[in-house]
Nanobody, 117 residues
Framework: VQLQASGGGLVQAGGSLRPSCAAS????????MGWYRQAPGKERELVAS???????KYADSVKGRFTISADNAKNTMYLQMNSLKPEDTAEYYC????????????WGQGTVVTVSS
């Protein structure tokens, strides 16, 4: 199983980006998917998550600006990021896991988002 994240880049403050995370198989079914980010010198943090049933959660810092979604038919997850701020600058990672199957956990490689002021 592989997760491939892409879609990061350099954008000015106030702009938008839409990273995506493509999976090599049906790893989103019966799973919790999430986007995490890690800024230089900081710990990795959860940005947003979505269950296979469509329930979403967001970090307070991105509520109202970011939207997580998943297309199970395409085995792809997205993170629509609007009104970007310099503090959103980080490497963004995708993850999928099944809560009752500890061995089922996969991470994608990071995609870098840089927001200039």
């Amino acid at each position: 199983v592989q997760l491939q994240a892409s879609g990061g880049g350099l954008v000015q403050a106030g702009g938008s980006l839409r990273p995506s995370c493509a999976a090599s198989g049906s790893v989103f079914s019966a799973a919790v998917m999430g986007w995490y980010r890690q800024a230089p010198g900081k710990e990795r943090e959860l940005v947003a998550s979505i269950t296979s049933g469509g329930t979403t959660k967001y970090a307070d810092s991105v509520k109202g600006r970011f939207t997580i979604s998943a297309d199970n038919a395409k085995n792809t997850m997205y993170l629509q990021m609007n009104s970007l701020k310099p503090e959103d600058t980080a490497e963004y990672y995708c993850r999928t896991r099944r809560p009752f199957t500890p061995t089922f956990e996969y991470w994608g490689q990071g995609t870098v988002v840089t927001v200039s002021s």
